[in-house]
């Protein structure tokens, strides 16, 4: 067995010949076929696929042609991600069966960089939801506990990573569906800048929100992955000029966040902070503060009202981009139609679950004569008010430190009856969405639940384009702890 968990060390072997792509990418797979039924991380595996990536990966190296860090690294791809003749349902039976024709523009990035793609992962379906629950093919599993959530929407993803299924995995962060699953798992979560990645083939959930990044072991991995996948594309207007990320590497000082100011909001460790989860959290800031780093008291106001302005701005959106599933053009059609109307009503009532038709419903409220103004307007006014917060913020401190989530995993049922509860746990995520701003969520310790250890994540936030800063704070932090390289037992390498 392969006990190799991230992607710097396994490049290294790959490099020195010690391991080939081939047997990387057998290993992964067979660790799939074993876990994959207790723990429903994957839709769907291409082994064929990755088999040939990896012999290619394998053929270049022999002639001194490798692409470089991710040639031959197995990882795996959310499955609102399109990815050109594999499967793509988006975890709802509405695009069961459907291939796409094209990959979609950060797919095509890791392809070029002799990434190995192995499969596509469960999620909530449309990426509506915080622990997976709203899958149309049943939940992930979180393998610290089978019987509690992994976090949603990428729960498929966070799972993969946490327990090696794939050495990363690509979700998408529209209010902390990447941050908060691996705060939940245990594994590190990058949402980048909006515009830093190409949202090209992406199946829209909100599409001022969306954003794709990696799930990694280490800081150091995503960002290796982030250099790979950042480029202005023509496919997409909202990439930025300053898309293409640098080579990062950490020097060896002994105090290598000496100077760095980092912001602690006092909104964010206020009532409804599980007492366990902050417990962890202030132990990880005195290690920042050993590292040098100075910390900073601030106050972001218009926190309180961040959740009540995604609620109504990301439904808006949900109602306008999933109108097109209409039975019609592609997706599920209803065989009880008899006519035009009938069929846009049964294909829509049947193909959609619960959640899609709670957010269609939402959103086309806020956006009908009347009520635009009073909600939809309002909510755009919230958002810049949230913004001009990060940026009067950033303008004193270098980045912001908080909780990730609110409390650790919950049990699977525990909040579903109740929306609220459950939109409750992207409290300390959804901001950065609005923002636009970077976020990344790394393990910090473990809370003691029951007779469970359960996974904490330490988030760090940087104004836009700042991915450098959150990355560096979270390579000195995991260089001095070993959170990251903890594994749930049964699942280990």
């Keep these: 067995m392969i006990s190799i968990t991230t992607i710097a060390e396994a490049a290294k072997l790959l490099d020195a010949g010690e391991l080939s792509a081939k047997e990387l990418a057998e290993e992964h797979l067979e660790r799939i076929s074993e876990h994959n039924v207790a723990l429903n991380a994957y839709l769907s595996v291409d082994r064929d696929g990755a088999i040939a990536a990896a012999e290619a990966s394998d053929a270049r190296r ?13 990882i795996s791809i959310k499955d609102v991600i399109v990815t050109k003749g ?7 039976k509405m695009l069961e069966g459907f291939v796409p024709a094209y990959d979609a523009t950060v797919v095509t990035r890791l392809k070029e960089a002799g990434a190995v793609i192995l499969g596509k992962n469960n999620c909530d379906a449309w990426a509506h939801g915080s622990s997976t629950e709203n899958s149309d093919f049943g939940p992930s599993k979180n393998p610290w506990d089978l019987d509690r959530v992994p976090g949603g929407s990428s729960g498929g993803s966070a799972v993969a990573v946490a327990a090696g299924l794939g050495l990363a995995s690509i979700g998408t962060d529209t209010g902390g569906s990447i941050r908060q699953p691996a705060a939940l798992t245990g594994v590190t979560g990058l949402k980048p800048t909006y515009g830093r990645l190409s949202r090209h083939g992406l199946i829209a959930m909100a599409s001022s929100l969306d ?7 280490t800081a150091e991995d995503a960002a290796i992955l982030l250099r790979a996948m950042s480029v202005v594309d023509p496919m997409d207007s909202t990439t930025l000029p300053e898309a293409r990320f640098p080579e990062l590497a950490l ?11 980092v912001g602690l909001p006092r909104e964010y460790f206020a009532v409804g902070l599980d007492t366990a989860v902050d417990s962890q959290v202030q132990v990880a800031l005195k290690q920042l503060e050993a590292l040098g780093a100075t910390l900073v008291e601030v106050s972001l106001p218009t926190t309180q ?25 592609y997706g599920y059609r209803s065989d009880m139609a008899t006519d035009l109307a009938s069929l846009y009503l049964k294909s829509r009532s049947e193909g959609f679950g619960t959640e899609a038709k709670r957010r269609i419903m939402l959103g086309t409220f806020v956006l009908s004569h009347g009520y635009y103004d009073a909600y939809y307007t309002k909510a755009m006014k919230v958002r810049t008010k949230i ?10 401190v270098d980045i912001i430190a908080t909780p990730t989530t609110p409390t650790p995993a919950f049990k699977f049922g525990e909040k579903s009856d109740d929306p609220l509860a459950m939109y409750l746990e992207d409290i300390y995520t959804v901001s950065a969405n609005l923002a636009g701003i970077p976020g990344i969520s790394i393990p910090c310790g473990f809370a003691s639940v029951a007779e469970s250890q359960l996974p904490v994540g330490l988030q760090l ?33």
């Design 62 to 74: 022999a002639e001194g042609k490798s692409l470089g860090p991710l040639d031959g690294i197995p």
């Design 86 to 92: 594999i499967e793509t349902t988006a975890a709802s």
């Design 211 to 217: 954003c794709p990044g990696p799930f990694t072991r």
């Design 251 to 261: 020097g060896d000082q002994p105090q290598p966040l000496k100077g760095l100011k």
């Design 305 to 329: 009202y961040a959740l009540a302005a995604y609620y109504v701005i990301m439904p808006a959106e949900v109602s306008s981009n999933l109108a097109r599933y209409d039975g019609v053009r």
């Design 387 to 396: 913004i001009d917060d990060f940026t009067r913020v950033f303008g004193e």
């Design 461 to 493: 936030l940087g104004p836009q384009l700042g991915e450098e800063a959150i990355l560096r704070a979270a390579m000195a932090y995991q260089r001095e702890t070993n959170w990251h390289l903890k594994q749930p037992a049964g699942f280990s390498q």
